[in-house]
């Protein structure tokens, strides 16, 4: 009999966590190492903000909060997505937790269990099949169309969903494909789900990173959207990753169902770094635009840079710091005896004779392909991307 629960063995490690791990391996070993692996915005976290949380801790913000996040923190949201994304809620409808991360964990595990079905997208982010299968619902797979910023194929969609499914998770600006969706493909999907009262996930971790046109919130498409639960985070956008503080608007019943689930895990998010969410949210902006407009300049560089390689191909993601290069002309090839027949055995031969770290397609639901971050430095990339094509050249059929 095993020791563990068996809910244990539904989920695997993360797969950009262990990535980021072999990183620091590699740097404190003082080998050369190049991270495209890296889910965080290489830059501080704005001035303002830290001394926010300085003063918290001056004024003895040090205590447990309320479980849910502070009234404060909770008003700054509401200012926040009514400024940004033209949505408006009542406190009842917000939750702050310990990153959207934990938000997404929390609402999975009030809504769903044994029996559901729950509508992924393939590429997906590598924690939401666990996300579902750890409550004992069962995620199904949709394709994409990488031709459209990987919208949905709609015809698998609507074959897929039946009486079982109860929920749906959608990303865009994505993580790893860095698609955006038209409001088109938004409201479409929304429409399939309201006909049988599907909860629509909307994590919009990277709304703040989109490069051409304007980002819509998809609670903000349409009145008709009683069951779309909006994830947001203060991670990405004002490079807060370890300050753990990521929120959920929606429906009060599943608010306050997450909110009884948090108070006996969590007890609350940590209350110095809600003090300084509060400015992150309310305080000076410019540094969002500022990460923008360099993150955009980057993914026209990287991207100029893999169309040197011969037989990549990769799409302009329109948003978030990932680009999702199609390596699957190079599978079955050979370095020396070695057959590298999966994206996982490619970007292993990438990290040991380059150093440079990727994260392979296979983890997101897309074997052949590789994502590689922009959350780096011009020179990074230039260096990673030109050790990649060297290391392919060596590559025999
Ligand atoms: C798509 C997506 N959603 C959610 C998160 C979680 O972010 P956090 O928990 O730091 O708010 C991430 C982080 O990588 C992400 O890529």
């Known amino acids: 009999m095993s020791i563990l629960a068996s809910r244990i063995s539904r989920i695997s490690p993360s797969a950009t ?28 976290t704005p001035m303002n903000i830290q001394e926010a949380a300085k003063k918290a801790i001056d004024n003895n913000h040090t205590r447990y909060t309320p479980g849910s996040g502070t009234r ?14 033209s949505l408006e809620y009542d406190l009842n409808n917000v939750i702050v937790s310990c990153g959207a991360k934990h938000s997404l964990y929390n609402a999975c595990q009030a ?14 982010w590598v924690s939401f099949p666990d996300f579902v299968s750890v409550t004992g619902a069962i995620p199904i797979y949709v394709k994409t169309n990488k031709k459209k910023q990987f919208e949905p194929d709609f015809d698998d ?11 749906i998770i959608i990303n865009s600006p994505s993580n790893p494909t ?21 909860w629509v996930f909307s994590d919009e971790c990277y709304e703040q990173f989109v490069y051409d046109g304007t980002y819509h919130s998809l609670a903000a498409l349409t009145n008709n959207n009683s069951r779309v639960l909006t994830f947001q985070s203060c991670s990405k956008t004002y490079a807060m990753t370890g300050w753990r503080i990521g929120y959920t608007i929606g429906d009060a019943r599943v608010v306050s169902a997450m909110s009884k689930l948090q108070g006996q895990s969590t007890s609350c998010p940590n209350s110095i770094a809600q003090q300084a969410a509060v400015e992150a949210l309310v305080g000076d902006q410019s540094s969002v635009d500022n990460m923008c407009r360099t993150f955009q300049k980057r993914r026209d560089l990287i991207l100029a840079q893999l169309m040197q390689i011969k037989k990549v191909e990769c799409e302009t993601p329109n948003g978030a710091f990932y680009v999702f290069p199609d390596f699957s002309n190079y599978l079955g090839a050979y370095y020396n005896e070695k057959q590298l027949k999966t994206s996982n055995d490619l970007c292993m031969y990438i990290l040991d004779s380059t150093g440079v770290v990727t994260v392979a397609g296979d983890s997101f639901g897309a074997p052949g392909y590789i994502r590689l971050s922009y959350a780096t430095s011009e020179q990074t990339i230039i260096k990673a991307t030109d050790l990649i094509k060297k290391a392919l050249s060596k590559l025999n059929f």
Do not use: H
């Open 111 to 124: 809504l769903f269990e044994s029996g559901d079905e729950v509508i992924v997208f393939e590429p997906y």
């Open 72 to 85: 404060d923190l909770k008003e700054a949201i509401l200012y926040k997505i009514k400024r940004d994304n």
């Open 178 to 198: 860095g698609g955006v969706w038209s409001n088109e493909a938004l409201l479409q999907t929304l429409e399939l789900c309201n006909e049988q009262d599907i």
């Open 17 to 44: 966590l262990q990535m980021t791990a072999l990183a620091a391996e590699l740097k404190r070993l003082n080998k050369p190492v190049y991270n495209m692996s890296v889910g965080e915005p290489d830059f501080a």
């Open 157 to 167: 969609l609507k074959k897929k969903i039946n009486k079982k499914t109860k929920g």
